[in-house]
């Protein structure tokens, strides 16, 4: 079992910026594919970013590329989500995800793809 942390969300004014981290144990995090969802009120979980165990291929949803930037540090167990140029419509709960069961190598964005989850860190985005 994998158990993560997020930290890093909070209050930020529109066009601000917010960098999330997430927290993972065990020994074998550069093992695994790891995600970022967020879930706004009223609305389903969705995806927002994934990146693979080294790090080399991330992917987006559309409407944060160019704006948030996933990335990992395998030694310190954490994968981080940078967030720029923030709009109200970014407010959601964002958890972080981890896949242990096997990586063929793909686009992870569906919710069943991954096996554990964080607690969630609130993102609120004020106009």
């Known amino acids: 079992q994998v158990q993560l942390v997020e930290s890093g969300g909070g209050l930020v004014q529109a066009g601000g910026s917010l960098k999330l981290s997430c927290a993972a144990s065990?020994?074998?995090?550069?093992?695994?594919?790891m995600g970022w969802f967020r879930q706004a009120p009223g609305k389903e979980r969705e995806f927002v970013a994934a990146?693979?165990?080294?790090?080399?291929?991330?992917y987006y949803v559309d409407s944060v590329k160019g704006r948030f930037t996933i990335s990992r540090d395998n030694g310190q167990n954490t994968v981080y989500l940078q967030m720029n140029s923030l709009t109200p419509e970014d407010t959601a709960v964002y958890y972080c995800?981890?896949?242990?069961?096997?990586?063929?190598?793909?686009?992870?964005?569906?919710?069943?793809?991954?096996?554990?989850w964080g607690q969630g860190t609130q993102v609120t985005v004020s106009s």
């Open positions: 065990g020994r074998t995090f550069s093992t695994y594919a």
């Open positions: 990146i693979s165990r080294s790090g080399g291929r991330t």
């Open positions: 995800a981890v896949r242990i069961r096997t990586d063929y190598g793909l686009a992870y964005v569906l919710n069943s793809d991954y096996d554990y």
